[in-house]
Structure formats: C-alpha cells, structure tokens
C-alpha cells in the first residue's frame, strides 16, 4: 500500500498512514463542512489496510471533534473492531492534552463502545 | 427610510450579555474565523481547556444545524434565504457562557422539531448518553449520518434545560431561536 500524507487545515486534522510501519495517524482538530466526504478515502484506506496487515496501529490525537467528525470516527474505529473480532492484532492509541475533557470523553465513550485494545494516555 | 440606530442595537447585544453576534450566512470559512476569534477570547477568561471547547462545540453545532437544516432543502433559493436569515450570538449573562442562535424553518417542519427538542429536554443527562450512543451506533457508514446527534450533543453539555421557541413570521416560515446556557 502507499503511504499517505494529508496535511492538517483549520477544521481538519493531519492524515499520515505510514504502511512501513502499519500504522494511521491523524491527529488535530476536525470540524469540517462535509466530514462523511472528508473522511470516506479515509475509511477505504483502513477497510484496505486492515485486510492487508495483521498487525495495525491507529493513533489519534485530536483535541476538538464535532458531532459529524464523531460519527466518522465510529465508523472507522468499527472497521478496527471488525478486523480485531475476525482475530487482527489492532491497537488503537488516543492522547489527549490533560486539561481537555471534551477529547478525553470523546476516547471515554469510544472505548466503552468497543472491545479492540485502547489506550487513552494523557500528555 | 429610518435610520438604523446602531447605539440601541448595541446597547440592546449589551442588555443580554452579547459578546459576539453574527447575522448572515455562514460560510465554512466565517465559522473557523468566528470560532478562532471566539476562542482566543475564551483564553483570556477562561483556564480550562475543557471548558473553552464546550462553548466553541456548541457555537459550531448550533451553526452546522442551520446549515444542515438548509441543505436539506431541494430549492436553491430558499436554501439561500433560510441561510440569510441565521443569526447567531456567544454571550456571557448571570456567570454563565450561553450561544444563541435562530434560523427561519418551514412552518410544516415545526411539529417534528418541537416533538424532537421536547423529547430532548425531558431527558436526564444518563438518557442524553444513551441516547447519543444509540445515534452513534446506528445508521453505519451513511452519509449526512450526524443528523440528530448534534441537539443532543449541545443538550449534554449544557448547564441547564435548552430553551427554543419558534415564532410565526411569514407565509410558510416560522423563526426558531435556540439557546444553550453552558
């Protein structure tokens, strides 16, 4: 697979899928006009990914996420989940800025929704 | 023509604690430069990171349902004109932030809108979770699939009930203001 880069904007996060290193990043702020077309390459990408790798790493650090972001989060930490049921070795990675409750719940209530590994760390 | 007197609408933001007001429709572009602005102000008041961004999601739920609410719209000209109408204010009143927002709506979508924030404001903060969690779950991979969640998502994080009213104002169009105290 190809690496990706897609660079961070005001109300979109940074995208980095390292296939080296098995491993999607996105960390920033997301908030954007149309977040289910924002992030459809997005969830082709980990569908590809976790089909290809056994062992895969999503990273996220965002601090800010609206309702529709939200939603678009779900749905790709549910195409994690699903290759983690079918037996893939997923790790899902979250910091946050400790004075940031609104991304800390944001993990909180990702987390209680699944059962892949997921880390909240603070920073 | 009478003149508009800009000190009585100043002094009118000032009576309800406005900080910041907006009319007119918001582009992506005006939402990030509001809420930057609105931010960076937040800091200066503010220590807590959390808190900021609880004022700054709901300034951008209550602007994104207005949007939303348009789009969803087939004409391109009413489209226009419910998004012209949009005003939206960020005050601080009684030791509290508040985000104030009204849009015109068909007067036959009135009904739904008041069952649903009815239904909202009945709710304890534990039914708000599980009714965010239900939303989030459901409708998979669709698009436009944050519909909904973005009133309860305001009603969880507010301080105290929502308030709404919708009032009659023309042929078809009633004008309906939300208010979200943080």
Redesign the interface.
């Known amino acids: 697979m190809q690496a990706l880069n897609i660079e961070a904007t ?2 979109s996060p940074k995208i980095k899928f390292e296939p080296e290193a098995q491993k999607l990043t996105i960390k920033g702020e997301s ?3 149309d ?2 077309s924002f992030y459809k390459e997005i ?1 082709d990408l980990m569908e590809r990914a976790v089909d290809k790798y056994d062992e895969f790493e999503l990273e996220i650090e965002v ?2 996420l ?7 989060f ?2 790709l930490l ?1 195409i994690a989940e699903e290759a983690h049921q079918e037996g893939n070795d997923i790790q899902v990675v979250w910091y946050y ?1 400790e ?6 719940e944001l993990a909180l ?1 990702f987390k209680s ?1 699944l059962e892949l590994p997921f880390d909240i760390i603070a920073k | 023509m009478e003149e508009m007197n800009i000190l009585k609408l100043r002094n009118n933001l000032n009576k309800y604690g406005v900080i910041m007001s907006f009319t007119g429709p918001f582009s ?1 572009g005006i ?2 430069e509001i809420g ?1 602005a609105l931010r960076n102000y937040l800091e200066t008041k503010i ?4 808190e900021i ?2 004022v ?2 709901i300034f ?2 209550q602007t ?1 349902n207005i ?1 939303n609410y348009a789009y969803q719209l087939p004409d391109k000209e009413e489209q226009e004109e419910i998004l012209l109408s949009g005003v939206l204010n960020i005050g601080f009143k009684e030791g509290k932030y508040f985000v104030s927002s009204g849009n015109m709506v068909r007067s036959e979508d009135v009904e739904e809108l008041k069952t649903r924030l009815e239904e909202i404001q009945s709710y304890s903060k534990k039914e708000l979770a599980s009714a ?2 239900e939303i ?2 459901k409708n ?2 669709v ?4 519909a909904g ?2 009133l309860i ?1 305001m009603a969880r994080k507010a301080s105290e009930d929502i308030v709404f009213d919708f009032e009659e104002i023309e042929n078809g169009y009633h004008f309906f203001t939300l208010t979200i105290r943080i």
């Open positions: 005001k109300s908030y954007p006009e977040s289910f969830f601090s800010y609206n309702t529709s972001s939200t939603k678009s779900m749905t549910d800025q004075d940031n409750e609104h991304s800390y209530d929704y | 992506q939402i990030e930057d220590n807590s990171k959390g961004f609880k700054f999601s951008i739920e994104q949007k965010y969690r989030l779950r998979r991979k698009e436009n699939s944050g969640l973005g998502e």
